[in-house]
């Protein structure tokens, strides 16, 4: 399967973002979908993930702030970024993952999508 982040770009700390994550193949059955991102310098950490039946978990530093969301008919994994902070500035990916922890069970990441957040 191959997935492909979306939606990045530049926006002042406060604002708000909507990621896509469109698959290739149908995403009904892929139990656990994930976002992570990558910050410059830093290591690939779990924003978070979503389960088939819709359960999701979140980091602390997003819980609140984020949301993912899955839309089977169309394929696609959403991450809705509101009041967002000039930490949150990274590469964003998504991936397919272990629904209990949110680890991804793939090595393989695509291409991701920037996210800047500055004034």
């Known amino acids: 399967v191959q997935l492909q982040a979306s939606g990045g770009g530049l926006v002042q700390p406060g604002g708000s973002l909507r990621l896509s994550c469109a698959a290739s193949v149908t995403i009904i059955d892929i139990n656990c979908m994930g976002w992570y991102r990558q910050a410059p310098g830093m290591q690939r950490e779990l924003v978070g993930h979503i389960t088939r039946g819709g359960n999701t978990n979140y980091v602390d530093s997003v819980k609140g702030r984020f949301t993912i969301a899955r839309d089977n008919a169309k394929n696609t994994v959403y991450l809705q970024m509101n009041n967002l902070k000039p930490e949150d500035t990274a590469v964003y990916y998504c991936?397919?993952?272990?629904?209990?922890?949110?680890?991804?069970?793939?090595?393989?990441w695509g291409q991701g999508t920037l996210v800047t957040v500055s004034s």
């Open positions: 991936n397919v993952c272990n629904g209990l922890t949110g680890l991804p069970l793939r090595t393989y």
